[in-house]
């Protein structure tokens, strides 16, 4: 595609007094390559693109947690520190430094699309973290990370998006104490992918600005929301992913179906590793450490066969602002770049995700492609509801599959599960809870609310 009559002067195509190039819509027009010709235009997507070639051969970057713990001692910040009751596991980022993975005592940041689109995404981590015993807390007090709104329209700023994320923070940092616990108590971990690439972003902001820090200090203060005055920021922020990516062995113990036959392809997430790349893990008994290893080190842990296809690397399609400007380009996008490629050239089962965004997108587009022949039916799941299926989650009442556009009844076939009869026990239990019956996926205690304001319910006597 080209621009059609973009001089330069940043009038839009009419040039036009007070309009403005966007990148989308009108002003693009189409180039009239030749299949052969817009092949060559695209092929460097198409090459092997490693974490070598792309990511370290480029200038080391410096790890801002070296200016964390300077300002820490210089009484600048407080640390939310990963304690030795959090379990860490080291693993190695992109250019081999240190990340310290919590495993317990965790904190839900849950994600507002995969709560509203996919439900069965947290609940599926959440029952894997109930077979696992892991100690955590999904309470109620949280927001949003608000990082849509930036990315999608452009009218976010950068303080806004500082005081949230210095404020679910906190709110991590002080939630034990409603359980009687110290601060710090639980660490969070956060569910979505652009949450994730934000706050990483946002935390970077703030450790080089000292502008940015007063200006949110002074919001943060009328909150409640500094510690001895402080602003407090995370040791590490760590995306759920990663807790699946050191857990992905222990998760493998609990394994209940066979998965050998199954191939799958993964889609990484560009707020997952392609943001601040320099924090996103890295494993040499991954794929030889040249691509990023979580959703990958599960899925062979598992023992499925992971597949290779030529446009790994591609986004999803999503975006953000194309979903909302120029939806029809996200649509063709995650149809032709991505999941034709895999049925095609992968001829895959499934495609794993671990965002939001990418797991929304390439499921819920599919349905669109048959209306231009492009009837392509390629499972689309998150890691970790892949990996509560084949230990034994049902695949409906907390896999939630019946939410995919996409059909999963060929791959549950594959691994051996009776989807009908499943189907039919979930029909069973709906009637159940429609007639007043409750359920509960944990404790109700474990979805609390608690930080300034709480008040605990008193029994009367």
């Known amino acids: 595609m080209s621009s059609a009559n973009d001089d330069g002067t940043g009038k839009g195509n009419s040039g036009s007094p007070g309009e403005r190039f966007t990148g989308h819509g009108s002003e693009w027009s189409d180039a009239k390559l030749s299949p052969q010709d817009a092949s060559v235009a695209t ?38 520190r990963v304690r030795d009751e959090h379990a860490p596991t080291t693993v190695k980022t992109l250019y081999g430094w240190d990340k310290k993975v919590p495993t317990n005592q965790l904190w839900h940041h849950k994600s507002c699309g995969q709560c509203g689109n996919i439900p069965g995404y947290p609940v599926s981590l959440l029952w894997l973290m109930n077979k696992m015993e892991i100690s955590y807390l999904d309470e109620t007090d949280q927001t949003s990370c608000t990082a849509w709104n930036y990315h999608g329209s452009g009218i976010g ?85 990663e807790w699946v990516h050191v857990m992905r062995h222990q998760i493998a113990n609990h394994q209940e179906l066979d998965a050998s036959g199954v191939r799958a392809t993964i889609h990484p997430a560009c707020h997952v590793y392609k943001m601040v790349p320099e924090d996103a893990i890295y494993d040499d008994d991954v794929l030889d450490g040249n691509r990023v290893a979580v959703s990958t080190g599960v899925m062979q842990a598992l023992g ?93 009442k907390i896999v939630q599959t019946h939410w995919h556009a996409s ?55």
């Open 304 to 396: 499925t066969e992971v597949v290779d296809y030529k446009t790994w690397y591609d986004c999803c399609g999503f975006g953000f602002r194309h979903i909302i400007s120029e939806r029809e380009f996200t649509r063709s996008f995650a149809i032709d770049r991505k999941v034709r490629v895999a049925v095609e050239e992968a001829n895959a089962d499934v495609m794993i995700g671990h965002d939001t965004g990418c797991i929304t997108t390439l499921d819920k587009n599919q349905w669109i492609g048959k209306a231009d022949g492009k009837d392509f039916e390629l499972p689309i799941l998150a890691d970790c509801q892949f990996a509560a299926l084949v230990c034994g989650a049902d695949p409906y």
């Open 157 to 241: 700023n950068i303080e806004s998006l500082a005081a949230v994320f210095l404020r679910n923070f906190h709110q991590a940092y002080v939630s034990g104490g409603a359980q009687g616990f110290e601060d710090g108590h639980y660490f969070p971990l956060v569910h979505c992918g652009t949450s994730f690439g934000n706050y990483k972003e946002v935390r970077g902001y703030l450790l080089r600005s000292a502008e940015l820090r007063e200006r949110v200090r002074k919001i943060l203060g009328k909150l409640g929301r500094l510690v001895d005055g402080k602003l407090l920021i995370p040791e590490e922020i760590v995306h759920y992913s």
């Open 407 to 461: 059909p999963t009844e060929r791959l549950m076939e594959k691994l051996g599960i009776d989807w009908k009869l499943k189907k039919q026990e979930f029909e069973t239990y709906l009637e159940e809870i429609e007639a007043g019956q409750q359920d509960q996926l944990y404790d109700p205690r474990l979805m609390i609310t608690s930080g300034p304001g709480f008040r605990p319910i008193t029994k009367e006597a």
């Open 43 to 80: 092929a460097w997507v198409e090459q092997k693109i490693d974490r070598r070639s792309m990511l370290t051969n480029k200038d080391r970057v410096e790890d801002v947690r070296d200016i964390m713990w300077q300002l820490e001692k210089d009484g600048e910040i407080a640390v939310h």
